[in-house]
């Protein structure tokens, strides 16, 4: 990721230009977390506001282990989502975003590596789609905080597609 990248994220973030609002709308816990997203060339990025409550070390002051698995699920899952809705809309369907089915998706697997602690600062995700089937989908997502070259969290996902 280039430098230029890494600003604009930063800018979009602290000016609060975030997409999605309404992305999975009833799910009341990413609305508990208060995972927002924004849009850089095709990828989307999660970012997770630090908040004192995601705190799961008080005397390190590192975050939860759950939220950060949370944020790699989240952004893995946007980025399939958005990935189906690119290829229906190339198929000449029109499919809107509020309408995609997001019951139509199931985790298979997940490897996370905790590669150092997630500090409590802002944190960001970014997905890669490796494959795209029919049936399944595998996917790589990244999380960092302050650094983009110091990642604190990766994960391997595979989805099961219905």
Do not use: C
């Not at 005397?59 to 790699?72: A, F, P, R, W, Y």
């Not at 958005?82 to 499919?95: A, G, I, T």
């Not at 490897?111 to 802002?122: C, E, I, K, N, T």
């Amino acid at each position: 990721m280039s430098p230029k990248m890494i600003d604009s994220i930063l800018l979009k973030h602290l000016t609060k230009k975030y997409i999605l609002k309404n992305f999975i709308p009833d799910n009341s816990f990413i609305n508990l977390l208060g995972v927002r997203f924004i849009k850089e060339n095709d990828s989307y990025i999660s970012i997770l506001p630090f908040r004192p409550d995601l705190i799961g070390n008080f005397e390190i002051q590192t975050l939860h282990g759950g939220v950060t698995l949370s944020l790699l699920e989240v952004t893995a899952f946007l980025q399939i989502q958005m990935r189906l809705r690119k290829n229906s809309e190339n198929e000449k369907e029109k499919v809107f975003f509020e309408t995609l089915n997001t019951t139509a998706i199931n985790i298979v697997d997940i490897q996370v590596d905790y590669l150092r602690p997630g500090l409590a600062f802002d944190s960001f995700a970014m997905a890669k789609v490796n494959r795209l089937g029919r049936r399944f989908a595998s996917v790589s997502v990244i999380a960092w905080q302050k650094d983009y070259k110091k990642i604190f969290a990766q994960a391997t996902i595979r989805f099961q597609i219905l």
